[in-house]
């Protein structure tokens, strides 16, 4: 069975960091890239960026370039999403995602829910 | 970016009757549209892609059309479980986008 399984909710304060992980099962890892998606509370999706199945090549939405890191860690087929310097508009479920380039996303994380607050 | 529009924001149907969706991108994205499904508390669920090619286990009474710049997504008969928030996506043009929703809800 595909799935993607992420790490649980996350509390924050302003300026911190967190790290959401993605682990992927049923499937070889790096035949598919993975992408990161976040919504904020009663917002649309936002596409935040994503690591290339082959080669590990990432690309970002140009807001995160700075503050968003993704990585993988191909033996624990595991995708990992880091975000410094946290705001509360920070706040939002974020998922990951299952998709080829040029491919929809097939397959989605259950989303973790991460609270920037003071 | 593309720009993504969805209408209407909400669409009020009975169970039974048909709805129909609509998608306009600021450019041409060709077929390369996806639709999703999501229920409060979950994560979306990938219906269509290539515009209109239903994903692993969509009924039938759930069709997309459309390329270039403007698309649909249809249900013929609404069912209970139907009624969600639906998103569509273009995933050929850098940053990938999605549009703003359709909230589908029981008249």
């Known amino acids: 069975q595909v799935r993607l399984v992420q790490s649980g909710a996350e509390l924050k304060k302003p300026g911190a960091s967190v790290r959401v992980s993605c682990k992927a099962s049923g499937y070889s890892f790096t035949t598919y890239a993975i992408h990161w998606v976040r919504q904020a509370p009663g917002q649309r999706l936002e596409w935040m960026g994503w690591i290339s199945g082959g080669s590990g090549n990432t690309k970002y939405l140009q807001k995160f370039q700075d503050r968003g890191t993704i990585s993988r860690d191909t033996s624990a087929t595991t995708a990992y999403l880091e975000l410094r310097g946290l705001r509360s508009e920070d706040t939002a479920v974020y998922y990951c995602?299952?998709?080829?380039?040029?491919?929809?996303?097939?397959?989605w994380g259950q989303g973790t829910m991460v609270t920037v607050s003071s | 970016e593309v720009v993504l529009t969805q209408s209407p924001a909400t669409l009020s149907v009975s169970p039974g009757e048909r709805a129909t969706l609509s998608c306009t991108a600021s450019?041409?994205?060709?077929?390369?549209l996806a639709w999703y499904q999501q229920k409060p508390g979950q994560a979306p669920r990938l219906l269509f892609y290539g515009a209109s090619t239903r994903a692993t286990g969509i009924p039938a009474r759930f069709s997309g059309s459309g390329s270039g710049t403007e698309f649909t997504l249809t249900i013929s008969s609404l069912q209970s479980g139907d009624f969600a928030v639906y998103y569509c996506?273009?995933?050929?043009?850098?940053?990938?986008?999605f549009g703003g929703g359709t909230k589908v809800e029981i008249k």
């Open positions: 995602a299952r998709g080829a380039l040029y491919d929809a996303f097939d397959i």
């Open positions: 996506q273009q995933y050929i043009h850098w940053p990938l986008t």
């Open positions: 450019q041409s994205v060709s077929s390369h």
